[in-house]
């Protein structure tokens, strides 16, 4: 499910390149035109969103929803400014921010390695399977409780735990990258006298690097979840005790601040993780 | 038998299928080539000549029997034999070029030199304009020319060709086969090449080794005399070519029919 919709996703992100005009065609229309085109299409394209905010703001000013619970987007929008300006948000940010890359680039420099020592030896792959279908299936925030109980409540445990939920996506793609490269590319390789090392290093890992990659996003996305929940459940700062304090003090517009500020986030760190998956698989 | 190149003698090889049966490919399999010689090796598909272009190619081992090349046993894939596969096998990452350095960076040559020959078997194979696109902006003939270069590129002194244009189309084929015929006779190297086109065995080859359907056993061997191959004129009309042709037919017809016809 998550794949599907990640995917269209990537779609979504690649459309506007191709629906710019083209430089093909015959005739090519006037400025005027092309212009009017280019501005429907973004038009189109954030018009979701943009009936999205417009309920948001309207439902409480208009009486349609509760103002104490759901604050205007526009109010929103003010009380996030307040906390850029006064420092706070840049505060709870980085220390989000470095929990989660933290854990993420553990995760990707432990999960790619091993995954692709793990794929080399096929036994090995086969054995260890049905077991990595389990860990990568289980929910990670179910054994925070554990994480807790071993690491304590600081930064140890939500680092772990964040390291320990992205490792799995990445080694599981790793190893099904590694394994399903096309073996007739891999005979007429060996045919030119490449083996051992140089054949992992010069066909295998690039072979395998977009597979490895889609893990990669799929982590990204996993490190901002368990991030948020972490901070939820025990922090002292961060994004998710901006938003759990906020509600706790009954600041409903601090707490949308903190909400929009970690979608922001989400958002953006897909759209870099989506550009570099691109990159990556360049003419595939 | 001193001169020959390749020797296979009294060659089987048996395959594990996916249901744990053991399937006879190639069957007590004899023959030689000599050097320099251009051999077609003709048979239904699913007759175990991939299998054995394989063995000559050393990737995989022959059950019972010996491989030779220069009278030394075959033990395993080396750069004194390029092989071609049908479906190109090139890295989508690695422009043309890249594609034909692959096996000499490898190999350890110095860059300049890798440059160099680059250039030089892909302007033998009619692509210096293309050394820098990738595999996905090429046709299906440029991929395989690039294929061919790729395995010209560290002068082998025989090429191993796998159906390699069965998947283009008739017109670039017969393009491409001329085109061989020419690199075959610039780079002097001992051709072993594999198909299931009658016509492209019998206009490739100075000689034509039928196979049995499985398990794959050579039926006949047929020299094949075409004098100026790549003249002006329609060769493949002419009634030599055509008599070769109604005898290889023949040959394979029966092959065919006991392969599709069901057993009982």
Redesign the interface.
């Given at each position: 499910m998550v794949d599907t919709a990640e995917k269209s996703a990537v779609r979504a992100a690649s459309t506007p390149a191709a629906l710019s005009p083209a430089p093909t065609v015959p005739e090519s229309p006037p400025v005027g035109a092309k212009l009017g085109r280019l501005i429907r299409t973004v038009a189109w394209r954030s018009a979701a969103v943009l009936i999205f905010l417009a309920i948001w703001q309207f439902a409480p000013t208009l009486g349609w929803a509760d103002r104490t619970f759901l604050t205007p987007f526009s109010e929103v929008i003010r009380a996030l400014w307040e906390l850029a300006v006064s420092g706070e948000l840049w505060e709870d940010v980085s220390i989000s921010l470095i929990r989660s890359l933290s854990g993420f680039f553990i995760a990707i420099s432990v999960g790619v390695p091993l995954g692709l020592l793990i794929a080399w030896y096929r036994g090995v792959a086969n054995f260890l399977n049905p077991l990595l279908t389990i860990f990568l299936n289980t929910a990670a925030v179910a054994l925070l409780p554990v994480f807790v109980l071993i690491l304590g409540i600081d930064e140890t445990s939500k680092i772990a735990i964040i390291a320990y939920a992205c490792v799995w996506p990445v080694l599981y793609n790793t190893i099904s990258g590694a394994r399903n490269v096309d073996p007739l590319l891999i005979k007429s390789v060996q045919s030119l006298g490449v083996k051992g090392p140089k054949l992992f290093q010069k066909v295998i890992l690039p072979a395998a690097l977009p597979t490895i990659f889609t893990g990669i996003r799929l982590a990204g996305a996993a490190s901002i979840l368990i991030l948020i929940t972490t901070e939820l459940v025990g922090a002292k700062a961060g994004l998710g005790y901006l938003i759990s304090s906020s509600q706790y003090n009954f600041q409903i517009p601090q707490m949308y601040a903190g909400i929009v500020t970690v979608a922001a986030i989400g958002v953006g760190f897909n759209a870099l993780l989506v550009y570099l998956e691109r990159r990556v698989s360049h003419g595939r | 038998m001193s001169t020959a190149k390749i020797s296979v003698d009294r060659v089987s090889k048996t395959f594990k299928s996916g249901a744990g049966q053991t399937v006879l490919a190639v069957d007590d399999v004899s023959f030689e080539v000599a050097d320099r010689e251009f051999v077609t090796l003709v048979g239904p598909s699913g007759c175990g000549k991939s299998t054995l272009l394989?063995l000559i190619?050393g990737?995989t081992a022959p059950t019972t029997g010996r491989l030779t090349l220069d009278g030394i046993p075959i033990t395993g894939?080396?750069?004194d034999?390029?092989?071609v596969?049908q479906?190109y096998?090139l890295?989508?990452?690695r422009t043309a070029a890249a594609n034909v350095e692959?096996?000499l960076?490898?190999?350890g040559l110095p860059k300049r030199e890798r440059v160099e020959r680059a250039r030089a078997v892909l302007s033998l194979v009619g692509l210096d304009q293309f050394r820098d696109r990738?595999?996905?902006?090429l046709s299906g003939g440029m991929r395989q020319r690039v294929?061919i270069a790729?395995?010209l590129a560290y002068e082998p002194k025989v090429l191993l060709m796998d159906e390699p244009y069965a998947a283009l189309d008739a017109q670039t084929r017969e393009l491409l086969q001329g085109e061989l015929l020419t690199i075959w006779e610039r780079t002097k190297a001992t051709v072993v090449f594999i198909t299931h086109g009658i016509e492209e065995a019998i206009y490739l080859g100075q000689r034509v080794i039928v196979m049995t359907s499985r398990p794959g056993r050579i039926k006949a061997t047929i020299p094949i005399e075409l004098d100026d191959r790549r003249g002006s004129g329609d060769i493949r009309s002419t009634a030599k070519f055509t008599s070769y042709r109604h005898e290889l037919w023949e040959l394979l017809h029966h092959e065919v029919r006991k392969e599709v016809a069901p057993v009982g």
């Open positions: - | 394989e190619g990737l894939p080396g750069l034999r390029g092989i596969f479906q096998a890295l989508p990452w692959l096996g960076e490898v190999a990738y595999p996905h902006e294929a790729r395995s």
